[in-house]
């Protein structure tokens, strides 16, 4: 009886996840918004490779200019985030949802699983393309890289990317609109988070600067998290925004 | 007359505006007031003697958000979509019906984001210079009759980039785009300045030429722009958008 039942709920949360998986895949704004991030993300690192080719930033290295557009790219990963969120609330999507998967929880786990599968491979592939970019552009030009460190960076670009995706889902979940939870992320990511940034060292344990860590090198600032730190940091905040998200949402009406 | 009227109420019944209002009033004045706490300190140390000759402007030049976010707002509310229950209507068409005239409606709507804008922009930089002035007390820059083309500057500035979110929001019909471009350039190292890295003719860019109004000391900046001939290619640009912004809305169907 109990395996019956264990059965079945792992049957129901993999049709739960195949049914995200299937929402996320016909937005046309989730393509949009991935394509647009890359073609940016790749204007963005010639710039920075012009400027490094310019000898404004010493010995030019690769992972440093071929990363340096993340910083900006990040908000096109945290516009898919609320989008795949709020998406269920314009139009009353949201209580088609709920009335297929009425189990709240099982619904919104379903929905994060199924936007970390889509965005991995997308972080990956933005990450990737300006070290690329990158590297090609550099030639022998740049210092030597190696492949450690390369995998590490880039590892760390792609978990920042994913953990602020998800982040910024669970915050638009809270808001269910997408333009007043547009201004409070954007205006946090980009504004107020680096002003803190320079304000106080505290602010390494905010998710954007703790997140920094996982793939921007800062020998020079002390204060600085080590990256394992910085990912530790990230993930509890974005463990603590899915919790607080699911709260509210099992709390709510629809 | 009447549209305006309109405008300025619809505006003013919007949630988000007073998110808008708050936004710019709260960000430079809190960012004016942690800087000037640091100021003191150093001054108090020796370290520093004098405060710089932009504090307070530049803390300003951030609290533009305010102004983008109204600029957004004032015409993506007009489309957005109700739920499929309420009738799936848009706010543009309902406004269309009351206002005609496409040119009229959209010049009340400039004019009713112009003239709130000019309110925030003032409003914000008396509570800003205030917050200097209270924190740093004798040692507050001297605000004599050079001050008054720079503050005029900062409500121009707060104008003219209200009136290009608007601009690029009739272009779009969706406010992301326009507020994630906007704010992700707001930010400490704006995407124009480092543009401006690659080319010097970036300094032409509207927001590069607009904060020559006010802001005296650019760093390392290659090109020097006279604070009215900055405003003036601003405005330009600002202008050439909102005649593009009115053919397009004047030849399409809402």
Same mark, same amino acid.
């Given at each position: 009886?109990?395996?019956?039942? #264990? +059965?079945?709920?792992?049957?129901?949360?993999?049709?739960?996840?195949?049914?995200?998986?299937?929402?996320?895949?016909?937005?046309?704004?989730?393509?949009?918004? $991935?394509?647009?991030?890359?073609?940016?993300?790749?204007?963005?690192?010639?710039?920075?490779?012009?400027?490094?080719?310019? @000898?404004?930033?010493?010995?030019?290295?690769?992972?440093?200019?071929?990363?340096?557009?993340?910083?900006?790219?990040?908000?096109?990963?945290?516009?898919?985030?609320?989008?795949?969120?709020?998406?269920?609330?314009? @139009? @009353?999507?949201?209580?088609?949802?709920?009335?297929?998967?009425?189990?709240?929880?099982?619904?919104?786990?379903?929905?994060?699983?199924?936007?970390?599968?889509?965005?991995?491979?997308?972080?990956?592939?933005?990450?990737?393309?300006?070290?690329?970019?990158?590297?090609?552009?550099?030639?022998?030009?740049?210092?030597?890289?190696?492949?450690?460190?390369?995998?590490?960076?880039?590892?760390?670009?792609?978990?920042?990317?994913?953990?602020?995706?998800?982040?910024?889902?669970?915050?638009?979940?809270?808001? +269910?609109?997408?333009?007043?939870?547009?201004?409070?992320?954007? @205006?946090?990511?980009?504004?107020?988070?680096?002003? $803190? +940034?320079?304000?106080?060292?505290?602010?390494?344990?905010?998710?954007?600067? #703790?997140?920094?860590?996982?793939?921007?090198?800062?020998?020079?600032?002390?204060?600085? $998290?080590?990256?394992?730190?910085?990912?530790?940091?990230?993930?509890?905040?974005?463990?603590?925004?899915?919790?607080?998200?699911?709260?509210?949402?099992?709390?709510?009406?629809? | 007359?009447?549209?305006? %009227?309109?405008?300025?109420?619809?505006?003013?019944? =919007? =949630?988000?505006?007073?998110?808008?209002?708050?936004?710019?009033?709260?960000?430079? %004045?809190?960012?004016?007031?942690?800087?000037?706490?640091?100021?003191?300190?150093?001054?108090?140390?020796?370290?520093?003697?004098?405060?710089?000759?932009?504090? !307070?402007?530049?803390?300003?030049?951030? !609290?533009?958000?305010?102004?983008?976010?109204?600029?957004?707002?004032?015409?993506?509310?007009?489309?957005? /979509?109700?739920?499929?229950?309420?009738?799936?209507?848009?706010?543009?068409?309902?406004?269309?019906?009351?206002?005609?005239?496409?040119?009229?409606?959209?010049?009340?709507?400039?004019?009713?984001?112009?003239?709130?804008?000019?309110?925030?922009?003032?409003?914000?930089?008396?509570?800003?210079?205030?917050?200097?002035?209270?924190?740093?007390?004798?040692?507050?820059? &001297?605000?004599?009759?050079?001050?008054?083309?720079?503050?005029?500057?900062?409500?121009?500035?707060?104008? =003219?980039?209200?009136?290009?979110?608007?601009?690029?929001?009739?272009? /779009?019909?969706?406010?992301?785009?326009?507020?994630?471009?906007?704010?992700?350039? /707001?930010?400490?190292?704006?995407?124009?300045?480092?543009?401006?890295?690659?080319?010097?003719?970036?300094?032409?860019?509207?927001?590069?030429? !607009?904060?020559?109004?006010?802001?005296?000391?650019? &760093?390392?900046?290659?090109?020097?722009?006279?604070?009215?001939?900055?405003?003036?290619?601003?405005?330009?640009?600002?202008?050439?958008?909102?005649?593009?912004?009115?053919?397009?809305?004047?030849?399409?169907?809402?």
């Amino acid at each position: 009886m109990s395996a019956e039942v #264990a +059965r079945s709920r792992s049957r129901e949360f993999v049709q739960a996840l195949a049914a995200e998986l299937s929402k996320l895949w016909s937005l046309p704004a989730v393509w949009l918004t $991935l394509g647009g991030s890359l073609i940016v993300n790749l204007i963005l690192a010639a710039a920075f490779i012009s400027a490094g080719l310019q @000898g404004l930033t010493g010995t030019p290295n690769v992972l440093d200019i071929g990363l340096a557009s993340i910083s900006y790219i990040q908000a096109g990963f945290i516009i898919l985030g609320i989008v795949a969120s709020c998406s269920e609330y314009t @139009g @009353g999507q949201i209580r088609t949802t709920l009335t297929a998967i009425p189990r709240r929880s099982l619904q919104l786990v379903a929905a994060h699983l199924a936007l970390t599968i889509v965005v991995i491979p997308a972080a990956i592939i933005t990450a990737a393309s300006g070290v690329l970019f990158a590297a090609i552009a550099l030639g022998d030009a740049s210092a030597s890289m190696e492949l450690g460190s390369t995998v590490r960076m880039l590892a760390g670009a792609t978990g920042y990317l994913g953990l602020t995706t998800l982040i910024s889902a669970s915050c638009g979940v809270l808001l +269910r609109r997408t333009l007043p939870a547009a201004i409070a992320l954007l @205006g946090y990511y980009f504004i107020a988070g680096p002003l $803190l +940034r320079e304000q106080t060292t505290q602010a390494r344990y905010l998710p954007d600067t #703790a997140g920094f860590s996982m793939w921007f090198p800062q020998p020079e600032d002390a204060s600085a $998290l080590p990256p394992a730190q910085g990912a530790f940091v990230l993930v509890a905040w974005t463990l603590a925004a899915f919790a607080i998200s699911l709260v509210v949402y099992r709390s709510r009406d629809a | 007359m009447r549209a305006l %009227t309109a405008e300025l109420s619809k505006l003013t019944s =919007l =949630l988000s505006f007073w998110v808008a209002l708050a936004t710019g009033l709260i960000v430079p %004045t809190a960012i004016a007031a942690l800087n000037s706490v640091s100021t003191r300190k150093e001054i108090d140390l020796g370290v520093e003697t004098a405060v710089g000759i932009d504090m !307070g402007y530049q803390e300003l030049a951030f !609290g533009v958000i305010g102004a983008i976010i109204i600029g957004v707002i004032a015409v993506s509310n007009e489309y957005f /979509t109700e739920s499929a229950e309420s009738g799936g209507g848009r706010q543009i068409t309902t406004s269309l019906i009351a206002v005609p005239s496409r040119l009229r409606f959209l010049l009340a709507k400039a004019t009713a984001v112009a003239l709130v804008s000019a309110v925030l922009a003032s409003a914000a930089a008396v509570a800003t210079m205030a917050a200097i002035r209270i924190v740093l007390g004798e040692h507050a820059p &001297e605000m004599g009759s050079e001050a008054i083309p720079r503050l005029a500057g900062i409500v121009c500035y707060w104008v =003219l980039t209200a009136l290009l979110a608007f601009g690029i929001t009739v272009l /779009t019909r969706h406010g992301v785009i326009p507020l994630a471009i906007l704010i992700v350039n /707001t930010s400490v190292v704006t995407v124009t300045y480092l543009l401006t890295r690659l080319t010097s003719l970036a300094y032409y860019l509207p927001d590069m030429a !607009g904060i020559r109004m006010f802001i005296r000391n650019l &760093e390392d900046s290659t090109v020097e722009i006279a604070p009215l001939v900055g405003g003036l290619v601003m405005t330009a640009w600002v202008a050439a958008l909102l005649i593009i912004a009115a053919i397009v809305f004047c030849r399409r169907d809402a």
